[in-house]
C-alpha cells in the first residue's frame, strides 16, 4: 500500500488527524496490539483504496530545545520514505517561522505534498487559513481534526493524489523475506552472507512502489524473494539515531513481506528500537522470526545465557512467544542457513490448513476439560469449532451460546492450546468466538 506521512509541528494536532484517519481500522486490529506503546502507525481505507500512514509525531521527544532540529530532520526522512506528505499547520497560532522552515524542505522534495490548516472551526477561520498560501504549497486544506469537519474532503483529495499502485509482479507461491532492524543490526551484513560468492544467483526486479525491490533468490534449495534489499542505503549519521528512521524504513519491506526476519544485535539486546519494528510486524500480521546476530561477539555461549537471552527477548514481546529465536553471526556464516530454514518453516506455518473434524477432535475435549468460567450465573458452552477458508493468516471460529461473557483469557487459552498442538511457530493466527 501506499504510505502517507503526517508531518507538522507538536501540537498541531497531528494524533488527533492520525487518529480520525484511522479510527475504523483501529478498532479492528485491536485485538492484536496487545503492546504498551501504540507508536502511531495505521491503515485507513477511503473509497475502496488502503493506504497507511503514520504520524512522525508518534517518535518525538518531547523536549523543547531538541525538538525542532530532530523534527525537521524526520521531515526529510519523511519525504524519502512516503508516498505522500500532509502537512499540517494550526490557524489558531497562525504562521511560524518553523513552519516556512518546513515548507521550504518540502518544496523541494519529489513527492506531492498537501498542505491542511486544521482547527479551523467555523468560516472566519477558514478565512484566516489563507495566510498559508505563502507556504508555496498552493491553497491549504481546511479541516478540523477535533471534530472530523473536512476530512472527508481531505481523504478525497489524498487518494485522487497518490500514485497509482501497479500490479506486483512477483510470484505469489514463492515466499517474501523481509530482513528489518534497526541501523548497524547486520542487515546488509547477512544478505550479503546469504548471497556469498555466487552473484548470478540473484535477480532484482524493480517494484511497484518507489523503492519496493524484490530479489529473487534459488539457492541450496531454497526459493525465495527478499524484498526491498536495495533499500538498504548508505548510511547517514544524523538521521540514523533517529527512533523514527528505522520505522520508516522497515515499513515498505514488512507491508510486503509474508516473514520477517528481525535483526537484533546481541551486543545491545532489545531497545525501544527494535520494539518499534516489531510493533511494525505485528500490526501487519507477518510471521516471525528474530535473529540475534554478532552472536562472535560474545564470550560467554553456554545454555544459561542462551536461555536469558531468550527469555528477555519472550518477556519484551509477550503476550506473542510462539516465534523463533535464532544466534547467529553474519561475520562469521554461523547459522546462516539456519535462518533461512527457519524462515521457510515459518512460511509453511502460514499455510497450515486444519480439517474441522481433527480440529474438533483435538479442541473439545480440551474446551469439555477446562470450560469457559460461567459469568452471571450463565452457562456457557462452546459448541465446535472450524478454520475459515481464504484468510489472510490461519483463522479460527469457536461457536458458542453467549459469545459475549467468553473474555480475553480464554480466547487466549484457546490460542494456545491451538498452539500447543499444530505447527504454528512463527506466525499470527486469529481466533474468534462468535454466535452458535
Ligand atoms: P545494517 O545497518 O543493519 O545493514 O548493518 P551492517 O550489516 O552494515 O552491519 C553493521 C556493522 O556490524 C558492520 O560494521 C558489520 O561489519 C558489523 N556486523 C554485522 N554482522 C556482524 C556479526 O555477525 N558479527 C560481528 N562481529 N559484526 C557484525
Known sequence: PNLVA???????????????????????????????????????QWNGQEFS????????????????????????????????????????????????????????????????????????????????????????????????????????VVVATLPKEAKEIVDDDIPRFAVVGRPNAGKSSIINAFIGEDRNIVTEIAGTTRDSIYTRFNKFGFDFYLVDTAGIRKKNKVTEDLEFYSVMRSIRSIENSDVCILMVDATRGIEAQDMNIFQLIQKNNKSLIVVVNKWDLV??????????????????????????IIFA?????????????????????????????????????????TPPPSTKG?????????????????SFVFYANLPQYIKEPYRRFLENKIRDNWSLHGCPINVFIRQK
Open 299 to 324: 564470550e560467554n555461549k553456554d545454555q544459561k545465557v542462551i536461555d536469558t537471552f531468550k527469555n528477555a527477548i519472550y518477556n519484551r514481546m509477550a503476550p506473542f512467544v510462539d516465534f523463533p
Open 6 to 44: 503526517i508531518v507538522g509541528r507538536p501540537n498541531v494536532g497531528k494524533s488527533t488527524l492520525f487518529n480520525r484517519l484511522t479510527q475504523s481500522r483501529k478498532a479492528i486490529v485491536s485485538d492484536t496490539a496487545g503492546t504498551t506503546r501504540d507508536r502511531q502507525y495505521g491503515k485507513c
Open 329 to 369: 553471526s553474519a561475520l562469521t556464516k554461523q547459522r546462516i542457513f539456519k535462518v533461512l530454514e527457519t524462515a521457510k518453516e515459518v512460511y509453511q506455518n502460514r499455510h497450515i490448513h486444519i480439517g474441522t473434524t481433527k480440529l474438533n477432535e483435538v479442541m473439545l475435549p480440551i474446551i469439555e476439560q
Open 53 to 156: 500512514i503514520v504520524d512522525t509525531g508518534g517518535w518525538v521527544v518531547k523536549s523543547d530545545d531538541i525538538f525542532e532540529g530532530a523534527i525537521r530532520e524526520q521531515v526529510k526522512v519523511a519525504t524519502e520514505e512516503a508516498d505522500l506528505v500532509l502537512f499540517l499547520v494550526d490557524v489558531e497560532t497562525g504562521l511560524t517561522d518553523w513552519d516556512e522552515d518546513v515548507a521550504t524542505i518540502l518544496r523541494r522534495a519529489k513527492l506531492p505534498v498537501i498542505l491542511v490548516a486544521n482547527k479551523v472551526d467555523n468560516s472566519g477561520e477558514a478565512y484566516e487559513a489563507a495566510e498559508f498560501y505563502k507556504l508555496g504549497l498552493g491553497d491549504p486544506q481546511c479541516i478540523s481534526a477535533a471534530t472530523g469537519g473536512g476530512t472527508g474532503d481531505l481523504l478525497d
Open 378 to 394: 450463565k452457562y456457557i458452552k462452546i459448541k465446535y469449532c472450524s478454520q475459515l477458508p481464504n484468510t489472510q493468516i490461519p
